[in-house]
């Protein structure tokens, strides 16, 4: 298993994680973070929604831009949000679009951490990595299908940011 639930993890040193054949750092640049995704899931890689890879490697990255924050404070009082649907191929090609849809990404995944934990991250790596589609890993470890998903975490948005 390429990336077992954090549990099973041996902490070497306090920002990294290992696995028998993969480290995944916290606080490294989210690009490197995604090599270690890509390689525990090659066999679903082309099914796996870009705003989850980005998402995850922001995650992972222990990331915080606050430009994308306030990217997606303005997008959740223009109620302007894209939905998650729109960003599994690919970013918008605009400068404002591709920061909204960075912004989208880390918040959606960093609210999957929240309600679901941790671990099920981990287990959705796995899954994938057992050569599950995207799909059926994600409503096996998380109990929703996407498009649920994106609906609690668009809801989520408003009574996150009660004010917005």
Known sequence: MCLPAESTYRY????????????????????????PLWKCTRKAVKEIPLWFVEGIAIYFADEWVPSRHGTLLKHIFSKSILPLQELTRGFPRSQAGADLAYAESQDAVRWLVEVKG????????????????FDT???????????????HWR???TERYRWA
């Open 118 to 133: 941790r671990d099920a991250l981990f287990a959705l790596i796995a899954e994938l990595h057992a050569g599950n589609s």
């Open 12 to 35: 070497s040193k306090p920002e990294t994680h290992r696995t028998g054949e993969t480290a995944v750092r916290t606080g490294a640049s989210s690009r490197n973070c995604a090599r």
């Open 137 to 151: 890993a994600f409503k096996t470890v998380v109990g929703w299908d996407l498009a649920t998903f994106d609906v």
């Open 155 to 157: 809801e989520s948005l």
